[in-house]
């Protein structure tokens, strides 16, 4: 394989590594497959992986994480610690784990802890449930595949409380994050007709975990684009052109929507959700709603809608429609992204599909206990007249409110940075800001071999120490270019990145104009 | 689709449903397929998912948990309670976990227990390991895909300590159990060439992940009979003979040897694992060694050897073949099947293959911090001049000593029993005792539409509720029949179950004599 080949392998999402870097690894890569005859090698290994790409862990990560390896052995830097901006992940951004989640788990782990005294009854009480659900007592059993039956049954009556529709326990299929629901219900639909493949419909920029999956999977990826000037907007019109292009080629079988948006931080509005149930009726599309930000919405007038509650609400033939919705412990107020739990609702799916989802998850014997203790406590957590209450209450709202305003501030201060623009940020964890990029710029990145935002990126990373992901790993409009950063570092931290990302724009535009 | 199809689908392994249940359920998916037109349905589905089985979660045992469901419903039956033999979940047999390593995760979760007097320093210092380790100081942030570097350094050093050869913790990845790696590096194989498949060689008797893994990649499944008059061992030979046939239809890339044996409790001798060595390196096939079960060797002269540790020792050419090596915390004298922990060494994989692997798994974000932190115990257990270390050796020393003792009441249980015959446990969790089936047993079994070893596992299971999986779900030479029980039920538990069991069986021969 020549060198240009793998520096396109090994670049991501139309970024790469840093040149230096990358030459020494070409060269000991080189040296290495002259070496030895393997069984697999970039000629026998599954295509399908060197296809996907996850920019949310790609080079700018490794180069962020090299980065600060190098600060730690004393190379000197212009900045003395790398801000990774780059993921919602609260904790390690500073958020403090909520404390009778951790309680909970805690006792399930150890029960000798009952007799802790300043651990508090409901703890207790919701600990002794889930033991009571594991296979002789103790979450080091295998719970069933789909999860520990007590804590479906919760997970279904929090749906109701939420939507005011009934929810069937038997149709919450527990998971270790989020991610693993959507891959394993994505896996289902993989089926070529006479080599044709099914499409999936992704809303452009995306989650990345969506083109990956579709990459691994070999369906085809429909990019509908939201409407940036409509603060992230989604448009039946766009809808529609996209799936009438796509048929051309594949046959549309998935329509995917993210809720409140990653990375957009859009927040759908009741209306816009139901002319999307109307559209994917008339296609005959499986509904994949994302919806584990469903805690956070920050701006007035914006509400969380589940696409479940719509549906039901929309009545016949609507409330018959096949429909996934996801949830996760790794955001809302709670931020457990390294313990892995979440849900998902089967909704309208054939009881034969659903049987053999069953079946294909079995192979994988159970969701971490763990982790699924930890959804538990977020689909079941303390009640007013429980001793808990007001501490998880006060906890729950400081983080959240905390989020809202750095909402706001990331906002305000992106959009008084000429070349910037910002949509407001209504809800999830993330800003998507447009940078506008001199000419100049433009073609120094392309003498660089890299994409404008990818070079923009790691300008921004070498010379500041900040992390973020540049839009080409998300998706965009041809010719325009962004970038996703979280809201997640603590307020003082945040405050300061948002100084230093001023103060190189200005610079980095004044140097190219 | 006929009631004959779907009940051919819903049948595992050769395996079905009782008749009853069968009917009902029939019935009732006929009637909502009939109902609404769905996007995924029978004809639409993934067909690899289909196709693909686990017997180990089959029918069998989900009629095991409706008996048990009818038992609390007041549902008079000849027994009292179920027992459960199936699977290896030495928790759920009522094993009890290890103190230290519950302890270590307890803090990890929950750090205000770094002032309990109660707890020793040992465990404390782990867990300060494993936080310092963490973004921001909490198991709550995303680790590296590949799993937190302390711990993947403290991997290599285990392996080290084991085999006495180096070992680089950049080769480690850290995973939700063994099944997960297994799964993600077979992914990597996936490639067809001109429509042929990849072959991987599997024992037979073989755990069922392989077959459902297999199936659900498309791939070709090349079985290698393990040889029952020498106590299941692995005959060069035979595999030679698999190879040849195989490589007609397929092109063999990867071959699977499990040691310890599941189901088979076959431990490999060092002179028969060189010579599988010496035959994967002719053939050139990637090596996966399936080692969960390290800890778990019991019977006198026996040792387990590391597939690992034997290609280094043999040296050149051998010490550059390609190997993957599977540790789990959910065996050995751990048992902590729900905590989800595991690992995998790559070992002399292309650098460029190991990146693309990096890369797959970073979409999936990290294997539970948890599961991880209980791998860290594993590999760093309470050395000799540390507070935890006697009880720790005592607890450990408990579990191994009790198995061990298990194995031989099991083996010498049915070996007293005329009509089946089980060769020696020496390592490993299970037996795999073959029995005898009279005619008219084999009759009586066709007129039922049930392969006769299932036939005789859904008998068992009704008239004592001792559930255990028929050889069929692990594969057999045709015309002989066994069953995979575990020796994991307490000594006094298992003891009862042995003496239903053998009344059973003299009941059973007696009646189709």
């Given at each position: 394989m020549s060198s240009a080949g793998l520096r396109r392998l090994l670049s991501a999402g139309g970024s790469q590594l840093s040149s230096n870097l990358l030459s020494v690894r070409i060269r000991s890569l080189s040296l290495a497959t002259t070496m030895e005859q393997r069984v697999v090698t970039l000629e026998s290994v599954n295509p399908n992986v060197i296809k996907m790409e996850y920019a949310?862990?790609?080079?700018?990560?490794?180069?962020?994480?090299?980065?600060?390896?190098?600060?730690?052995?004393?190379?000197?830097?212009?900045?003395?610690?790398?801000?990774?901006?780059?993921?919602g992940d609260a904790h390690a951004m500073g958020q403090k784990p909520i404390t009778f989640l951790r309680q909970v788990v805690s006792l399930c782990l150890m029960p000798s802890l009952m007799d802790d005294p300043f651990i508090p009854s409901d703890a207790k009480e919701r600990a002794r449930a889930i033991l009571n659900g594991c296979k002789g007592g103790s979450l080091g059993s295998y719970s069933d595949s789909p999860g520990i039956e007590i804590i479906r049954h919760h997970v279904a009556e929090y749906i109701e409380r939420r939507d005011g529709f009934p929810s069937n326990w038997e149709n919450i299929i527990l998971c270790a994050g989020a991610s693993e629901g959507i891959r394993g219900i994505m896996k289902m639909m993989i089926k070529h007709e006479n080599g044709i493949k099914p499409g999936v419909m992704i809303p452009i920029p995306q989650y990345p975990l969506y083109s990956a999956t579709i990459a691994e999977y070999d369906l085809h990826q429909i990019g509908y684009y939201l409407n940036e000037s409509t603060n992230w907007g989604l448009d039946i019109s766009e809808l529609e052109r996209a799936y009438n292009e796509a048929k051309e080629v594949s046959y549309p079988k998935v329509l995917v929507v993210i809720n409140p948006g990653n990375p957009t931080g859009n927040v759908l509005s009741k209306e816009n959700i139901k002319g999307i149930i109307k559209f994917a009726y008339e296609k005959k599309l499986f509904l994949f709603a994302d919806e584990v930000y469903q805690d956070n919405v920050y701006a007035k007038g914006c509400k969380f809608h589940s696409f479940k509650k719509l549906i039901m609400e929309m009545g016949a033939p609507y409330n018959k429609m096949e429909l996934a919705s996801f949830m996760s412990c790794s955001k809302g107020y709670m931020g457990e992204c390294g313990l892995r739990g979440g849900y998902a609702e089967l909704i309208n799916v054939d009881p034969q599909v659903k049987a053999l989802y069953l079946k294909s998850i079995s192979a994988k014997l159970c969701p971490t206990t763990l982790g699924q203790a930890v959804m538990e406590c977020v689909v079941n957590p303390p009640q007013e007249e429980e001793p808990s209450y007001n501490q998880f209450m006060e906890e729950k709202h400081a983080v959240l409110s905390s989020l809202a305003k750095r909402a706001e501030m990331v906002v305000e201060t992106f959009n008084s940075v000429p070349g910037m623009s910002c949509n407001i940020v209504q809800g999830a964890m993330y800003a998507f800001p447009q940078i506008m990029l001199p000419k100049k710029a433009v073609e120094a990145a392309k003498a660089a071999g890299?994409?404008?935002?990818?070079?923009?990126?790691?300008?921004?990373?070498?010379?500041?120490?900040?992390?973020?992901?540049?839009?080409?790993?998300?998706?965009?409009?041809?010719?325009?270019?962004?970038?996703?950063?979280t809201i997640l570092p603590q307020p003082e931290m945040l405050k300061t990145m948002l100084e230093k990302f001023r103060e190189f724009h200005t610079n980095f535009i004044k140097l190219y104009e």
């Open positions: 949310v862990r790609g080079p700018l990560v490794i180069r962020a994480t090299a980065i600060e390896k190098e600060l730690e052995a004393g190379v000197s830097k212009p900045f003395k610690t790398v801000t990774k901006a780059n993921i890299q994409a404008p935002d990818v070079f923009y990126a790691f300008q921004l990373l070498e010379n500041t120490g900040i992390c973020i992901i540049p839009g080409s790993g998300f998706g965009q409009q041809p010719g325009t270019y962004h970038f996703r950063t």
